[in-house]
């Protein structure tokens, strides 16, 4: 019985994240980012219309490069070529939304994820405030909101994924 009392508070853990809609994570939001990184972002073009979905994804995007490099429990041991395809992948996102190529990872992810809770709240004025960060989006807030609603297919971003998700696998296969 004690396992159901544990629930709660794995589902509430998992709702922390916004890309967290996972059980397969089990509250870990890296794996479960890198479990969801080829639905995610395997089709960019699939976001067209859907602005706060391709912020998410951004930020989902943002998020495991940072965490395959410098998190202490996932950093050490992450395939260099899996740490490559993530980079390439986060290169070509910020390029196809006019993001700064040496902006801070988590700034830019703090600002995406703003900007998909105001998206989400229906405030489009709340989005845009997320995004007036020059330094992080110097092409402007409306500029970053239509350019996150029309992305075409990045395949470097499909790329990067999947190299997270199979970084995960080779780790769950190694450890086993």
Known sequence: MRPLLALPLLLAA???????????GVGDPVRGAALYGPRNLGDTSAYAGDPRGAAIAAAQLEFLARS????PRWAPGTDPAALTALEEGR???RAALGIAPDAPGEAVE???RAAA??????SPVRAEAAL???ELFPLGPRE????LGSLPRLPAVAVAGGAAAAELSRRDIRRN
Do not use: I, K
């Open 132 to 134: 007036n960060l020059p």
């Open 68 to 71: 395959f490099r410098s998190d």
């Open 117 to 122: 809770e105001g998206l989400e709240a229906g």
């Open 14 to 24: 998992c709702a922390a994240d916004p890309v967290a809609d996972y059980l397969g």
């Open 91 to 93: 290169r070509e996102m």
């Open 110 to 112: 703090r600002a995406l």
């Open 144 to 147: 970053t909101l239509r350019r």
